[in-house]
């Protein structure tokens, strides 16, 4: 045994002023930087100005890392079933076609297309493009790839219209579909437009998903599970000059705080997946600058079952909805860089309905609750884990709810469990959960809301609605599918609130190194790193 | 030795009495913290986030305006709920299986002591984790995990002491007497067996307050609005940019109530067993 | 004797690994979330759950999967990971570099800072030093490890930028980056064995110090260093030896936060992120080979046990 007394009192005091120091000198720097920070805020807002106004000439060479809060679930395209997943295929392969900051369509492998009637799309296919093993890609890759998109082991829905793929010569396809949607062509810029090497499928089986080859910018070097990513430079990719950097490196990062350090000691160039609560003291640092999409897609929203009690109850629905205050959540929760949300889509989408407008009226929604007859109202919400809003989101909500007189019950589990639960088994009351984007309106409605999709738990829905549904993805011209979307959006969440109350936008948040240039925020959370290159 | 002696004894083991004052302290506040704290502390404030330290707010407010002081009060509320977990469950389930292992002897005694062995060679805080995975997750659940990782240490303890006392003389002499197995068990190994045990006891607080705060450090413990000193910390470790303070008050906390738990435990040793002062 | 020893150790190591790797076994398939729907994503539909579950063998009773597991396992196939597909053995063995290398640099610290600090407070009685020294014994053991894990990237990485907050390099990569990346994550797990070994030494040593043979060398005009480096350090050493042994083990424990707060692809993050996952092929391998570690380690302890106490019998 010791004999402590004068040794422990020491100690304590020793403790103390370590401790102090530690403190200390840093809040005195955080509080120096602030100041600097106004001015040098400022400063980022011009540069950013001048880099879009100028464009300086991209540098070849150098490295990039990117610090990931998760590794993907799968390379190969049809076993891949996460939306996260895409900032790694991209690099790997390419699409027929592609989308660009603003969801309109660009070439991608398909130089050009066109609708020779409603139930046909033809692609003209760009010529001289070789996968990373050197074989061609041909109109048969393309059928080889969408008939693998369709096959049993396939996890893709989205191409199950397309019911032949006919060679037309060896660059040219043409797709034939069982029904006219609208959706297919946009479908074609993610995971069901990706086209993987047929020689290396057919070569590896099983293993392809663990070396990748596609026809993109980038080769797969290496891989370790949790770990780290590496890629390199595509010598023969067929944009000239693309891509500029000789190595892409994803860092696997789980702790947001983690990745934040790493990138202020230099150790990552970009890191993604950042809360808007770090970027004041972000703002703050050195050379780091910010980089967000227009509008994200993105959104936190209460999913719940119509098919079990209190919510098959539509006053009882809308007596939700109308109790939510967005608003304050907005500003509690995303720091300014969010926006309330009143439909599944953002509020300057094309296919959002700007006049669409849930008013906050804790009143409204008592008498909703009255009229609906259910007594003792409570339910259970379902709270995943992996989720930068919870509990807080959470907490706001249960405790809005309790204003007007509803109980919420909260339980968390881990995200696959709660996805489980309330998705696969259908045996929760509600979720705490959100939507991720896709390119074209009718994509979402096919996951989300009509009444076979996964994620509509109480598969509620109504003969009209259907109907609109469908007639909303059976025309290719914009205005028209626009209008109609307003009005399912508002069937959807306001009159008959069918099985999602959209609460807010999810804002996407990276953070750069200042030499970073030539990377663009994806409003889809999908952004690539194709055309990134390096100041020296 | 009389449990009065052990206590006059373990009384002049200064630090460590201040320790079990402390603890007792603590479990007081632990009790009471829902009544005493001076704020919610779960009550957001947006006007005052991040605040410094000051009198209405002795340590300063979180990023939603959460009173700190009051935090680290109720975390201390989890803190004693782990450890008695922690202490009840192996006392509750190990130690008995500890004694009738040690007692019985032969081929069930090898049987229970290679489980024993294999539970242990799993680094404890994975196992803690994995059964509370399995349980689901939740502080509660977060805790029986707690209490089952620690079984091993109490049932190999409670073992080896029950082998060391069966041969004694008195419990021999109590076996021929026609005294039955179990009363042999309570009248004589469970009085013999109990100040070790104590001694682990106290130091299991430890290891269960560790535990506990690494648990909800990762997610897998407190759940908002349950507060714990490891989902705080986590917490503000995401905000050391902002306020580097944060993260030293549910430490300090932690660090206190562990090392009373050990002091605790060396003092009790050395109150048992006096030939243990160095 | 001693092969007698080792057989009857080897002996007890297969129910050992037996009954563990039965309980990780139920354990992991008692967690809710299959790991099936992760799998299916949008497309987890009961008929698909099935069909999936059937293809991977996962529909079966526990007991047959355990069978099937094992009867593959002994052959020395330990399966592939749910997820990514990677062979369990050498996902395991390539994390394993890693956090050996972590976790025998946090021992190398929590053994050399130990010893320095237990014979400066021996050597020191009462003086600040002394103090010092029993300072870290008592708050190395109390703090949280993640806790001085953020202090130390607060200070050193953010502050003096010394050290790099995250990532590993390998030692055969490059020796001075691992020195680097490996020092601020294995202080932090060393903190609690720097504390116990200082804590343990220190009073052994000091009842070594009043033994009859130190009196000895003592009276022989010795002088206090040597009498502690030369008699009093080998026999001080022996109860420490069981502390370094455990406290190995422990650190390998600790590297399941550590690990993911330096984001270090080691052991540790692997199993965390298998039982997120619910991987269990890759769970099961984690544990079967730390125990083996632990083994093995617990059998090295013995020899250099063995080393310093020839009276030691088998």
């Given at each position: 045994m010791f004999t402590f007394k004068k040794g422990l009192i020491f100690s304590l005091m020793l403790l103390l002023i370590l401790l102090f120091t530690v403190g200390c000198s840093e809040s005195n720097e955080s509080s120096n930087n602030q100041d600097k920070n106004d001015t040098e805020a400022e400063e980022n807002t011009e540069d950013g100005d001048t880099e879009k106004a100028e464009a300086k000439a991209p540098q070849a060479g150098g490295e990039v890392v990117v610090g990931v809060a998760g590794d993907f679930i799968n390379l190969d395209p049809i076993l891949s079933t996460s939306g996260d997943d895409y900032p790694f295929v991209w690099g790997i392969y390419d699409t027929l076609v592609?989308?660009?900051?603003?969801?309109?369509?660009?070439?991608?492998?398909?130089?050009?297309?066109?609708?020779?009637?409603?139930?046909?799309?033809?692609?003209?296919?760009?010529?001289?493009?070789?996968?990373?093993?050197?074989?061609?890609?041909?109109?048969?890759?393309?059928?080889?790839?969408?008939?693998?998109?369709?096959?049993?082991?396939?996890?893709?829905?989205?191409?199950?219209?397309?019911?032949?793929?006919?060679?037309?010569?060896?660059?040219?396809?043409?797709?034939?579909?069982?029904?006219?949607?609208?959706?297919?062509?946009?479908?074609?810029?993610?995971?069901?437009?990706?086209?993987?090497?047929?020689?290396?499928?057919?070569?590896?089986?099983?293993?392809?998903?663990?070396?990748?080859?596609?026809?993109?910018?980038?080769?797969?070097?290496?891989?370790?599970?949790?770990?780290?990513?590496?890629?390199?430079?595509?010598?023969?990719?067929?944009?000239?000059?693309?891509?500029?950097?000789?190595?892409?490196?994803?860092?696997?990062?789980?702790?947001?705080?983690?990745?934040?350090?790493?990138?202020?000691?230099?150790?990552?160039?970009?890191?993604?997946?950042?809360?808007?609560?770090?970027?004041?003291?972000?703002?703050?640092?050195?050379?780091?600058?910010?980089?967000?999409?227009?509008?994200?897609?993105?959104?936190?929203?209460?999913?719940?079952?119509?098919?079990?009690?209190?919510?098959?109850?539509?006053?009882?629905?809308?007596?939700?909805?109308?109790?939510?205050?967005?608003?304050?959540?907005?500003?509690?929760?995303?720091?300014?860089?969010?926006?309330?949300?009143?439909?599944?889509?953002?509020?300057?989408?094309?296919?959002?309905?700007?006049?669409?407008?849930?008013?906050?009226?804790?009143?409204?929604?008592?008498?909703?609750?009255?009229?609906?007859?259910?007594?003792?109202?409570?339910?259970?919400?379902?709270?995943?884990?992996?989720?930068?809003?919870?509990?807080?989101?959470?907490?706001?909500?249960?405790?809005?709810?309790?204003?007007?007189?509803?109980?919420?019950?909260?339980?968390?589990?881990?995200?696959?469990?709660?996805?489980?639960?309330?998705?696969?088994?259908?045996?929760?009351?509600?979720?705490?959960?959100?939507?991720?984007?896709?390119?074209?309106?009718?994509?979402?409605?096919?996951?989300?809301?009509?009444?076979?999709?996964?994620?509509?738990?109480?598969?509620?829905?109504?003969?009209?609605?259907?109907?609109?549904?469908?007639?909303?993805?059976?025309?290719?011209?914009?205005?028209?599918?626009?209008?109609?979307?307003?009005?399912?959006?508002?069937?959807?969440?306001?009159?008959?609130?069918?099985?999602?109350?959209?609460?807010?936008?999810?804002?996407?948040?990276?953070?750069?190194?200042?030499?970073?240039?030539?990377?663009?925020?994806?409003?889809?959370?999908?952004?690539?790193?194709?055309?990134?290159?390096?100041?020296? | 030795?009389?449990?009065?002696?052990?206590?006059?004894?373990?009384?002049?083991?200064?630090?460590?009495?201040?320790?079990?004052?402390?603890?007792?302290?603590?479990?007081?506040?632990?009790?009471?913290?829902?009544?005493?704290?001076?704020?919610?502390?779960?009550?957001?404030?947006?006007?005052?986030?991040?605040?410094?330290?000051?009198?209405?707010?002795?340590?300063?407010?979180?990023?939603?305006?959460?009173?700190?002081?009051?935090?680290?009060?109720?975390?201390?509320?989890?803190?004693?709920?782990?450890?008695?977990?922690?202490?009840?469950?192996?006392?509750?389930?190990?130690?008995?299986?500890?004694?009738?292992?040690?007692?019985?002897?032969?081929?069930?005694?090898?049987?229970?002591?290679?489980?024993?062995?294999?539970?242990?060679?799993?680094?404890?805080?994975?196992?803690?984790?994995?059964?509370?995975?399995?349980?689901?997750?939740?502080?509660?659940?977060?805790?029986?995990?707690?209490?089952?990782?620690?079984?091993?240490?109490?049932?190999?303890?409670?073992?080896?002491?029950?082998?060391?006392?069966?041969?004694?003389?008195?419990?021999?002499?109590?076996?021929?007497?026609?005294?039955?197995?179990?009363?042999?068990?309570?009248?004589?190994?469970?009085?013999?067996?109990?100040?070790?045990?104590?001694?682990?006891a106290s130091v299991n607080i430890s290891f269960a307050v560790l535990t506990e705060t690494s648990l909800s450090f990762l997610g897998m413990g407190a759940q908002s609005p349950q507060i714990s000193w490891g989902s705080m910390i986590e917490q503000a470790y995401s905000l050391i940019n902002l306020n580097p303070w944060l993260i030293v008050y549910p430490g300090i906390a932690t660090a206190l109530t562990v090392m009373a738990g050990n002091f605790v435990g060396d003092g009790l040793r050395v109150a048992i067993d006096p030939k243990l002062k160095g | 004797m001693f092969t007698k020893y080792l057989l009857r150790r080897l002996i007890y190591v297969i129910p050992t690994l037996l009954i563990t790797t039965f309980v990780v076994f139920s354990l992991i398939l008692l967690i809710p979330g299959d790991p099936v729907v992760a799998l299916l994503g949008e497309n987890a539909t009961p008929e698909k759950i099935a069909q999936l579950q059937e293809q991977m063998g996962l529909n079966k009773p526990i007991i047959i999967q355990y069978g099937d597991w094992l009867l593959n396992a002994v052959q020395g196939d330990l399966g592939r990971s749910l997820f990514t597909g990677e062979p369990v053995f050498d996902a395991v063995i390539g994390r394993l570099g890693v956090t050996l290398q972590l976790v025998v640099i946090s021992t190398i610290i929590s053994v050399s800072f130990g010893m320095l600090f237990a014979v400066i407070s021996v050597y020191f009685p009462n003086n600040l030093l002394d103090y010092l020294a029993r300072f870290v014994s008592i708050v190395g053991a109390s703090f949280p490890n993640f806790w001085i894990a953020m202090l130390l990237v607060i200070l050193f990485s953010l502050h003096l930028g010394w050290f790099p907050s995250t990532g590993f390099t390998n030692i055969t990569d490059n020796p001075g980056g691992f020195l680097k990346t490996v020092m601020l994550p294995a202080i932090s797990l060393g903190a609690i064995g720097i504390a116990v070994i200082t804590r343990h030494l220190r009073s052994s040593l000091l009842e070594v110090m009043e033994s009859d043979y130190v009196r000895t060398a003592y009276s022989k005009g010795n002088s206090r260093w040597k009498a502690i480096f030369s008699h009093g350090l080998r026999n001080a050493m022996l109860p420490v030896v069981t502390t370094i042994g455990i406290g190995f083990g422990n650190a390998i424990g600790g590297t399941v936060v550590i690990e993911t707060i330096f984001a270090i692809p080691g052991v540790g993050q692997l199993a965390v992120n298998a039982i997120l996952q619910r991987d269990f092929m890759i769970l099961q391998g984690v544990i079967l080979i730390l125990i083996m570690l632990v083994i093995i380690i617990n059998f090295i302890t013995d020899i250099i046990y063995a080393i310093l106490d020839p009276r030691i019998e088998y």
């Open positions: 592609t989308y660009n900051s603003d969801l309109e369509i660009q070439p991608g492998l398909a130089e050009s297309w066109e609708f020779p009637d409603d139930t046909s799309i033809v692609l003209q296919l760009k010529k001289g493009v070789k996968f990373h093993d050197g074989t061609d890609f041909d109109a048969e890759a393309v059928k080889f790839n969408i008939e693998r998109a369709n096959s049993e082991d396939s996890v893709i829905p989205d191409l199950r219209h397309v019911e032949e793929v006919e060679i037309i010569d060896t660059h040219t396809v043409k797709l034939h579909l069982s029904v006219p949607d609208a959706s297919i062509l946009l479908a074609l810029t993610e995971r069901p437009g990706l086209i993987a090497s047929p020689a290396a499928i057919e070569k590896d089986g099983e293993e392809f998903q663990r070396n990748p080859v596609g026809t993109g910018p980038f080769k797969f070097v290496s891989h370790v599970p949790n770990g780290e990513l590496v890629y390199e430079k595509n010598e023969d990719y067929w944009k000239e000059e693309e891509p500029y950097i000789d190595k892409l490196i994803f860092k696997v990062m789980q702790q947001e705080t983690t990745r934040i350090n790493a990138l202020k000691s230099g150790e990552v160039d970009i890191i993604a997946g950042i809360s808007p609560f770090s970027v004041d003291s972000l703002e703050t640092a050195e050379n780091i600058k910010l980089e967000m999409p227009n509008s994200s897609h993105r959104s936190k929203a209460i999913v719940f079952n119509a098919s079990m009690p209190p919510f098959d109850n539509l006053k009882f629905r809308q007596a939700v909805t109308h109790a939510i205050d967005r608003d304050i959540i907005v500003d509690t929760l995303t720091n300014g860089y969010g926006e309330p949300l009143y439909q599944i889509f953002p509020n300057d989408f094309w296919a959002a309905d700007p006049d669409l407008k849930i008013e906050y009226d804790p009143e409204k929604a008592k008498q909703l609750l009255e009229e609906s007859g259910v007594e003792d109202p409570s339910f259970t919400m379902l709270i995943s884990q992996q989720d930068f809003y919870e509990p807080m989101f959470t907490d706001i909500i249960t405790e809005q709810l309790a204003k007007i007189g509803i109980t919420v019950e909260t339980e968390t589990m881990e995200g696959t469990a709660a996805y489980q639960k309330m998705w696969a088994e259908k045996e929760s009351q509600a979720m705490s959960s959100g939507t991720a984007g896709k390119p074209d309106p009718h994509l979402l409605m096919e996951i989300w809301v009509i009444a076979d999709s996964f994620f509509n738990a109480g598969e509620q829905t109504t003969p009209e609605f259907d109907e609109l549904i469908v007639a909303a993805n059976s025309t290719n011209d914009q205005a028209e599918r626009a209008k109609l979307y307003h009005e399912i959006n508002r069937k959807q969440a306001l009159d008959e609130v069918v099985n999602i109350i959209p609460v807010m936008s999810v804002p996407i948040i990276y953070v750069l190194n200042d030499k970073v240039h030539g990377f663009t925020a994806n409003g889809l959370g999908k952004s690539n790193f194709n055309s990134i290159w390096i100041e020296e | 030795m009389s449990i009065k002696e052990v206590f006059h004894r373990f009384k002049q083991e200064r630090i460590a009495f201040i320790s079990f004052i402390f603890l007792v302290m603590l479990s007081v506040v632990a009790i009471f913290a829902p009544f005493i704290v001076p704020y919610d502390p779960n009550q957001q404030d947006l006007v005052n986030v991040l605040a410094n330290p000051s009198l209405s707010h002795w340590l300063g407010t979180d990023n939603l305006g959460k009173d700190i002081f009051s935090q680290v009060m109720m975390g201390t509320r989890t803190a004693i709920q782990a450890s008695i977990f922690a202490i009840l469950i192996p006392l509750f389930i190990g130690v008995p299986l500890g004694i009738m292992a040690g007692y019985i002897g032969g081929l069930v005694d090898d049987i229970f002591m290679r489980i024993i062995d294999a539970i242990m060679a799993i680094p404890g805080i994975l196992l803690a984790l994995g059964i509370t995975a399995a349980l689901g997750i939740s502080l509660w659940n977060a805790m029986i995990a707690i209490g089952i990782v620690s079984i091993p240490q109490f049932a190999r303890l409670a073992r080896g002491q029950t082998l060391q006392i069966r041969t004694e003389p008195y419990v021999e002499a109590a076996k021929i007497s026609g005294a039955g197995p179990l009363w042999t068990m309570y009248k004589h190994i469970i009085p013999n067996i109990l100040p070790p045990i104590l001694v682990q | -």
